[in-house]
Each structure stands twice: as C-alpha cells, then as structure tokens.
C-alpha cells in the first residue's frame, strides 16, 4: 500500500501527464476550434480500461471516454498501432468529437519490457465530419448518417487519415488534427512508460500497484462525500425545447449511505430529431454533476464514479437506439442532465445550454459554443459569461475570428441584467453579433430560448436567451443560409439567483 506522500507524488505525476498531452495537442492543432477554443481532452487508462487520470478539460467528453477505449479493449494491441473512432454508438459521442486512442507498452528498458501497461487517449470536436452542411452540427437532422462520417473503431495510420481526411471538408485541417491527436498520445505514452521505469524492478507491475491506489483513494473521497449527504430520495423534472413541443426529462435521485442512484425512467422516447443521447453521455454529465456535489479536488479516475449508478431506459431519450441523431444530445441533452441532478440537490441553474453555432461554405466551416451565465449559490454571485457545465472551452478571440474565417464581430459583450436576481444573483450571458462578408451556411442549436434557467431557495429565473438575423427572432433550432452584410446575433441566457432578495 502506497503512504499518502506517495499517492500524492504518483497522482501529481499522472496529472501532468493529461495536461503535458492536451498541451501537445492544443499547440499542434491546426482548427481554431481545437488551438483557440481548446474543444479537446485528454485522459490516460490502465490496461482494463479503467480511467486513471483525465487533465481538467471537456466534462462531456472525458465522463464518456471510457466507452470509447471499452469499445477497443478486446481488439490485439501491438507497439505503435492507434485506434480512431466516432461512432457515437461504438465509444463516441457526437460525430465531430473523434477520438484516437494508443496502447502504451513498457520501454525496453524496463524490467517488464514490452509489456502492455495502458493507453492514452484524445478527444478533438472537429470543424467538420462531412455532413450535409459544414461543420456537422445541423439542426435539423433526423438520422446519425446525415450528421457525417461514422467512423467504427479501425487502426488509425497514413492511409486511414487520407481516406478520411477526403470525406470530410478542408481535408488538409482534418489531417493536421488527427496527427495533432496522435502526438498528443505518444507523449501520454512517453510519460506513463517513464513512471513506470520510475517506479523500479518491478516495472509495470508496481505502475498497476500505483494506479489501483489513485483509483481506490478516488472511490474513498466520493463515498465519504456522498455519506455526508442526507439519505432519502429526490425528484427534479425538467424540458428540451425541440422544434415540435417540449420533451420531458425526469430524474429520481436516491442516496443511501456511500451511494447515489440516478434514475431516469419516466423521460421522453427517443427523439425523432437529434437530440438523443448515447447512454455515455448521459453517464458523463451525471458525473460532472456528482462532481460539483461532492469535491472537485477528488483525482478525476474511474474510482469516483464507482459509488454512482446511472438508470435509464433503452429507447428513452437518455439512451437511445443506435442510428439515432445525436448532434444535440452531447451538447444540449447533456446540459440539461446536469441541470437535473443538480437542481435535484437544491442548485440554481446555470444557462443550461451550449449556444452552439456553425458557420461554413466549401471553403471553411466555423464552429463554436458561447458562455452565459451560471447560478449563483448560497456563498456567491453566479459568474457572468462563462461556459456552463458539460462545456468547458474558452471563446473564439475575435482577433482570430476576423483574421481566419469572412466574418466581421460587431458586438460581443455581457448582456447586462440577464442574470436572476436574489440574496445571491445568477451571472449574465453574453451578446455576439456577427456580420457575413460572404454567402454561407448557418446552424444554431440552442436551448433555453422558450424555459428560462430556473432559481433556487427563492431567488428569481435567469433571462431566457434569444437569436435574430437581421432583428428577425429565430427558434433555438434553426438552419439557413448568411448573405453579406446579414447580421446573425445571439443573446445567451443568464444564470437562476439563489435565495430570497433582501
């Protein structure tokens, strides 16, 4: 058994590792979206597919990661040899979040040389997946082949980036991320074979001993967390704003001792547009929820989320079918998972949306997310334009904006007053308006726009967000084509307030 100096040392040192290869793989990318906005995570597993270590990235893609190295885990590893997938119903997620994963083999060094000790992974949201309209998040999909290429788990070399890189939009920028992927890993699988040299004779045997204990010590501080928690069972309902009426969620959250049960029966069938959920996602925003209901300092492994049991039921919204769309559901579905759980627990709501917009033609396709406001709670304001739960990018600076895609920014400011009031006020969203300078597609997918985030304990809603072309009001959902000199501008709610105003 590891003493406390060492757990620590050996958690700090795998740490890292997660943020040395999101680093790598934010300074080699080639997509705004992945260099500015850093859409990307990172996370090293052990040889059973456990995850041992995420670095402090995406919440939405790191909870959901391990079904991706699941999906590769039977298949026979050799040095060298990564793996690529998307199929949101095989590991992924959405199709534009691609991940590559490397099996870590021990250096010839080592005492247990050549031995397999692990993988490192990446996940990269990219500008384009080959859909029917740049940038692969329409808002109007209805099956997962009209969101891009389904990429099932295959080796990943030269040939295979060629092939798919030719499939997808600006081919060049496409190959450029996923060799910025597969740098990203080979220093995760540097590292880890460094510690476990590190670590002595016994080599990948002791880094085994290591990484049992950081998960262990993980599952330790979430089961005391949740102990401290008072038992019982706890309801929280809520809506998805789709085209055709409001979709409901629900969510029966019971606590007994060192456990937490999140059940999701009695949620909305699954959707006829795209915003489905494979049931990783679902898991991956519980657990972002758990998180910020238990101690975000407990090491970020699989061990936190072994006390947690997420319930919910095949066909149902939360875990649909494959060959459902799914564009919204990592985004938008899973935003709203997190609001349940987390209102469920007596939490204000943040903006409880991605705004998520992409702009493009056969030139270029532009994707990004704006912050809004998060809820404020008993100690504190909510933050005011910030990305709000399972989004955890930074913004596209205007500088780059103007510099790489035909846009102009007009506006871009805190929509002041757009937060709920309260003893504690909930932060305001934020106003981007932007100027076409050529013809091009525009898809938005956003939520929000027709239920405002809700307070707690008393405290007033946020402002519900809003999106006009040319002073036109549109819906949450919305597909169609910028003219030049069109001016597309989108108002992101604020954050619910908490507590009674005094």
Known sequence: MLDPIELQVATGALRAACEEMGAVLIRSAHSSNIKERRDASTALFNTTGEMVMQA???????????????????????????????????????????????????????????????????????????????????????????????????????????????????????????????????????????????????????????????????????????????????????????????????????????????????????????????????????????????????????????PIEVRAPVGTLLNARPGAAVAAGNVETSSRVADLVLSAFGLAQGQGTMNNLTLGDSDFSYYETLGGGQGACPHADGPSGVHVAMSNTLNTPIEALEREFPLRVLEYALRRGSGGAGFRRGGDGVVRELEALREMTFSLIAERRRHAPRGAHGGNDGTRGRDLLDGRLLTGKATGTLRPGQRLRIETPGGGGFGDVR
């Open 56 to 306: 402090e990235h995406i919440p939405v893609h790191l909870g959901a990661m391990p079904a991706a190295v699941a999906a590769v885990l039977a298949e026979s590893h050799s040095r060298g040899v990564s793996w690529v997938l998307n199929d949101p119903f095989a590991g992924g997620t959405h199709l534009p979040d691609i991940t590559v994963i490397t099996p870590v083999f021990a250096s010839a060094a080592g005492s247990q040389r050549g031995q397999h000790i692990g993988f490192a992974a990446s996940r990269a949201h990219h500008a384009d997946v080959g859909a029917r309209v740049p940038g692969s998040m329409p808002a109007d999909s209805r099956s997962l082949q009209e969101e891009g290429v389904v990429i099932s788990p295959r080796p990943l070399d030269e040939r295979t980036i060629e092939e798919l890189a030719a499939r997808m939009r600006q081919p060049a920028e496409r190959r450029a991320d996923l060799r910025a992927q597969l740098a990203a890993n080979r220093i995760g699988a540097i590292r880890l074979a460094e510690l476990a040299d590190h670590l002595g004779e016994s080599g990948s045997a002791s880094l085994r001993e290591v990484t049992d204990a950081v998960l262990d010590y993980s599952e330790r501080r979430t089961r005391t967390c949740l102990a401290a928690l008072p038992d019982g069972i706890l309801y929280a309902e809520d809506l998805l704003e789709a085209p055709e009426g409001d979709l409901v969620l629900r969510l029966r959250a019971s606590v007994d001792g060192e456990r937490l049960t999140l059940d999701f029966t009695g949620s909305a069938p699954q959707h006829e547009g795209n915003l489905n959920c494979p049931l990783a996602v679902t898991r991956s925003a519980c657990m972002f929820a758990v998180r910020v209901l238990t101690d975000p300092d407990i090491p970020s492994s699989a061990g936190a989320y072994r």
